[in-house]
C-alpha cells in the first residue's frame, strides 16, 4: 500500500511579555516538522529548522516559555532559506500539511508577504485543532498539551519547542486517523 504523508508543523516566533518593543516584529525561530505516514499510522521523521531573525530579538520572555536564546537562533537559516528548505529537502510544496490551528499557517503567510518570500507550501493545510474538536465535540478548541491528556497520550519533550510541539501534534493527527476523524486536507489554505 502506497503512502499517504502529511508534513506536521508548528513553529516558534519572537515574543514579548505584552507589546513588542518599537520596531520589532514578531516572526518565525524554530520550524518544527514531523513527517506521518497516515497509511501506516506512524511518525517517520522529525526535523528542526533553527531560522535567524532579521527584524526582532528573542527576549527574556520568548527565552522562557521556547528554551530558545538570541545566540542559538543565530546560528540558524534566513528565513527565505528555511523556506526554500522546506520546498526541497521536506517536499512542503506537494504534500498536505497540518498545524495545531491556524496560527503557524497565518505566521508564515504574514512573513512571506512582508519578506518577499515564496511561500514554501501547497493550499492543503488541516488544522488538526479543529478536527479534533469536532472529534470529540468539544464546545471549546483545546491546547495541544489538553488534547494529548484528553486523547491519554504523554508531552513528550518540552512544550514550546517547535520540533517537540510538531511531534506532539502529530501524534494526535495519528490518533485522530486510528478513529477514523482525519479525513485529510479539511482545511484549504488561502493564497498567500
Not at 506512524?42 to 530558545?68: K, M, N, Q
Not at 546560528?75 to 523556506?83: E, L
Not at 504534500?95 to 492543503?124: E, I, K, M, N, V
Request: hydrophobic share 40%.
Amino acid at each position: 500500500m502506497e503512502p499517504e504523508l502529511w508534513n506536521v508543523v508548528d513553529v516558534e516566533a519572537t515574543c514579548w511579555e505584552g507589546q513588542p518593543p518599537p520596531g520589532q516584529v514578531s516572526e518565525i525561530i524554530e520550524i518544527g516538522l514531523t513527517v506521518v505516514d497516515l497509511t501506516a499510522r506512524r511518525r517517520v521523521d522529525r526535523h528542526r529548522i533553527l531560522v535567524r531573525p532579521r527584524r526582532s530579538a528573542v527576549s527574556a520572555f520568548c527565552t522562557e516559555l521556547t528554551g530558545l536564546t538570541q545566540r542559538e537562533v543565530e546560528t540558524g537559516v534566513s528565513f527565505a532559506g528555511a523556506c526554500r528548505l522546506l520546498a526541497v529537502e521536506h517536499a512542503a510544496g506537494r504534500r498536505p500539511w497540518a498545524s495545531w490551528g491556524d496560527y503557524d499557517r497565518l505566521q508564515f503567510s504574514r512573513q512571506c508577504r512582508a519578506t518577499g518570500t515564496a511561500y514554501p507550501f501547497g493550499r492543503r493545510h488541516a488544522n488538526a485543532k479543529a478536527v479534533f474538536t469536532d472529534a470529540r465535540g468539544l464546545r471549546k478548541r483545546p491546547g495541544m498539551a489538553r488534547a494529548l491528556e484528553l486523547a491519554g497520550l504523554p508531552l513528550e519533550g518540552r512544550h514550546h519547542s517547535g520540533a517537540d510541539d510538531a511531534w506532539n501534534i502529530a501524534a494526535l493527527v495519528l490518533s485522530l486517523a486510528g478513529t477514523g476523524d482525519w479525513t485529510g486536507p479539511l482545511v484549504v489554505g488561502p493564497d498567500p
